[in-house]
């Protein structure tokens, strides 16, 4: 029997790049071989030279196909086989291999935020919905917009075999978060691939689309990020809280690199406000949600467990944000 095969990568979107994807059908069972495309069409090879390349590196079940059907998360290498500079999987790939022995997790919360008609889901053609206060994890009619293709997104990840481990609705209306997590350094990125290209797939069906925008109102309203949970095995043993203590004069160290690799917008989103730090400071602190870095309460009170990086936005690169906090902390 032929299956599809849904082959998704990173394209070369500048300064946010997208998803892409196309259909393989297989008819005889094999496993998905390496696969061509217009690279030129991506902004990921000039014209004369257009050919780039698939690899494919994680298959996972298709949940909106069913049946045997495959979704393949692919790297992109250029003709003469080398990474494409947009494939910060393969960067990834070098220092997930090299920190291997402190086994790694993150866990990643992802809020977007849902658009129809050109404004958020929800919100009053003409005006402002009431200010936020009674939508975050809200219930009713008057307070959420979308659960329908939140729940149906849910379900998508939970077929898939995806690391989902939960959703809620966000602060301003029309925008939530799903988490991935935890999950290890290329397993995170490959998850976190497969679940948004889902949630853009679903929103075909509702003629939603979601967007990563870091700041898509201003004014009081808060912006999306993409908190970063991070732990090594060392911070998870018993007196864990001296190597989350020791990580955090590093990650100021090198704050300024973070920043400049956090989403493009950042500087709208961390302004010190709305739950926040301010892009050019760096502030750490127990259960501080106004802090760069978060230790949660639970963790202090264990001494031992994960620190939350509260700088990533929505529309980061997984692989490149893992891969610097990692080098960060570890090399
Ligand atoms: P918040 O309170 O900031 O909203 P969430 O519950 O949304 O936090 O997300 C926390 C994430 O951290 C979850 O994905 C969870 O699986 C993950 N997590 C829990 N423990 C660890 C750990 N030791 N290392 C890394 N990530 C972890
Ligand atoms: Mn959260
Ligand atoms: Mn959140
Ligand atoms: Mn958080």
């Given at each position: 029997?032929?299956?599809?095969?849904e082959?998704?990568?990173?394209?070369g979107?500048?300064?946010?790049p997208?998803?892409?994807?196309?259909?393989k059908v297989?008819?005889?069972?094999?496993?998905?071989?390496e696969?061509?495309?217009?690279g030129s069409s991506?902004?990921q090879?000039?014209?004369?030279?257009?050919?780039?390349i698939?690899?494919?590196?994680?298959?996972?079940?298709?949940p909106?196909r069913?049946g045997?059907?495959?979704?393949?998360?692919?790297e992109?290498?250029?003709?003469d086989?080398?990474?494409?500079?947009?494939?910060?999987?393969?960067?990834?790939?070098?220092?997930?291999?090299?920190?291997?022995?402190?086994?790694?997790?993150?866990g990643?919360?992802?809020?977007y935020?849902?658009?129809?008609n050109?404004?958020?889901l929800g919100w009053?053609?003409?005006?402002?919905?009431?200010?936020?206060?009674?939508?975050?994890?809200?219930?009713?009619?008057d307070?959420?917009?979308?659960?329908?293709?939140?729940?149906?997104?849910?379900?998508?990840?939970?077929?898939?075999?995806l690391?989902?481990?939960?959703?809620?609705?966000?602060?301003?209306?029309?925008?939530w978060?799903?988490?991935?997590?935890?999950?290890?350094?290329?397993e995170?990125?490959d998850?976190m691939?497969?679940a948004?290209?889902?949630?853009?797939?679903?929103?075909?069906?509702?003629?939603?689309?979601?967007r990563?925008?870091p700041?898509p109102?201003r004014?009081?309203?808060?912006?999306a990020?993409c908190?970063?949970?991070?732990?090594?095995?060392?911070m998870?043993?018993?007196?864990?809280?001296?190597?989350?203590?020791?990580?955090m004069?590093k990650?100021?160290a090198?704050?300024?690199?973070h920043?400049?690799?956090?989403?493009?917008?950042i500087e709208?989103?961390?302004?010190?406000?709305?739950?926040?730090?301010a892009?050019?400071?760096?502030?750490?602190?127990?259960?501080?949600?106004?802090?760069?870095v978060?230790?949660?309460?639970?963790?202090a009170?264990?001494?031992?467990g994960?620190?939350?990086d509260r700088?990533?936005?929505?529309?980061?690169?997984?692989?490149?944000?893992?891969?610097?906090?990692?080098?960060t902390?570890l090399?």
């Amino acid at each position: 029997m032929a299956i599809r095969a849904e082959y998704i990568w990173v394209d070369g979107t500048d300064p946010t790049p997208k998803l892409r994807s196309k259909t393989k059908v297989i008819h005889d069972g094999s496993e998905p071989p390496e696969w061509g495309y217009d690279g030129s069409s991506t902004n990921q090879a000039p014209g004369a030279a257009s050919d780039c390349i698939l690899r494919p590196v994680f298959t996972c079940p298709d949940p909106i196909r069913g049946g045997d059907n495959i979704l393949v998360v692919c790297e992109v290498f250029n003709a003469d086989g080398t990474p494409n500079r947009t494939n910060e999987r393969a960067a990834m790939r070098a220092t997930a291999e090299r920190h291997a022995a402190h086994d790694c997790w993150f866990g990643v919360e992802q809020e977007y935020t849902m658009y129809q008609n050109g404004r958020p889901l929800g919100w009053p053609k003409n005006g402002y919905p009431a200010p936020q206060g009674p939508f975050y994890c809200g219930v009713g009619s008057d307070e959420v917009y979308g659960r329908n293709i939140v729940e149906e997104h849910m379900e998508a990840c939970i077929d898939a075999g995806l690391k989902i481990s939960g959703v809620n609705a966000e602060v301003m209306p029309g925008q939530w978060e799903f988490q991935i997590g935890p999950a290890g350094p290329l397993e995170q990125g490959d998850h976190m691939v497969v679940a948004r290209w889902l949630l853009y797939r679903i929103g075909e069906d509702y003629g939603v689309d979601m967007r990563l925008d870091p700041k898509p109102m201003r004014g009081d309203w808060n912006g999306a990020g993409c908190h970063y949970n991070f732990s090594s095995k060392a911070m998870r043993e018993d007196g864990g809280i001296k190597a989350i203590e020791a990580a955090m004069p590093k990650l100021e160290a090198r704050a300024a690199l973070h920043i400049s690799n956090y989403g493009d917008g950042i500087e709208a989103r961390l302004t010190g406000k709305h739950e926040t730090c301010a892009y050019n400071e760096f502030r750490y602190g127990v259960g501080d949600r106004g802090a760069s870095v978060r230790i949660p309460l639970g963790v202090a009170q264990d001494g031992k467990g994960y620190l939350e990086d509260r700088r990533p936005c929505a529309n980061i690169d997984p692989y490149l944000v893992g891969r610097l906090l990692m080098e960060t902390i570890l090399d």
